[in-house]
């Protein structure tokens, strides 16, 4: 991808917005954010050790897509991964 944005959209839910990134090339990239997630640890307040993950719902803009249509779309694949588990992907 060239550019890009991240954005907290509610709750824990957060958006990335790739631009000019083929499908192909945005799998990498969640792949690797999944990865980097899974490898973090938090100490909490009782000096015990979090894991951290992430589900991913991942479109492509259909073209001449509102983006009301496109959200829709990217919450519906990010429930889908939510509720197959934790560190779970899911592609349109």
């Known amino acids: 991808y060239r550019r890009g944005g991240v954005g907290r959209v509610g709750g824990g839910q957060f958006s990335v917005l790739l631009s000019q990134c083929s499908l192909p090339q945005a799998r990498l990239y969640v792949e690797r954010l999944m990865r980097d997630f899974d490898a973090l640890k938090v100490k909490s307040p009782d000096s015990s050790w979090v894991s951290t993950t992430i ?32 560190s779970k992907l899911v592609f349109s």
């Open 55 to 86: 589900s991913v719902g991942v479109i492509h803009l259909l073209p001449k897509e509102d983006f009301h249509s496109a959200w829709v779309r990217a919450n519906r694949k990010l429930l889908q991964a939510k509720s197959q588990g934790l």
